[in-house]
């Protein structure tokens, strides 16, 4: 069993920036490709970014592109989700993700979640 916990949401005007961070409880982290996703108020929860176990190969959806970085350190067990460039529509519950089976871009790929955690950006 992963349990994951994220951090580093908060509150931040149109145009800042915010890193969040996820933290793993396995020895094995290394061994896992992770990925972000964020809902919506209303909306479906939905892909914002995979990272390989090695961190060599990154994806991401096409409205995160250029502004939001994706990153690991597998000597801490952390993936890291760097947002550039915030727009209002960024608002979201942010979550990470662990997948035992590779590189995904759909929620059923990923094995293990996180609570989430609040990103709100004020216009």
């Known amino acids: 069993q992963v349990q994951l916990v994220e951090s580093g949401g908060g509150l931040v005007q149109a145009g800042g920036s915010l890193r969040l961070s996820c933290a793993a409880s396995t020895r094995t982290f290394s061994t896992y490709s992770m990925g972000w996703f964020r809902q919506a108020p209303g909306k479906e929860r939905s892909f914002v970014a995979t990272i390989s176990w090695s961190g060599a190969i990154t994806d991401y959806a096409n409205s995160v592109k250029g502004r939001f970085t994706i990153s690991r350190d597998n000597t801490k067990n952390t993936v890291y989700l760097q947002m550039n460039s915030l727009k209002p529509e960024d608002t979201a519950v942010y979550y990470c993700?662990?997948?035992?089976?590779?590189?995904?871009?759909?929620?059923?790929?990923?094995?293990?979640w996180g609570q989430g955690t609040q990103v709100t950006v004020s216009s």
């Open positions: 993700a662990a997948s035992v089976r590779g590189l995904g871009t759909n929620e059923y790929d990923y094995d293990y």
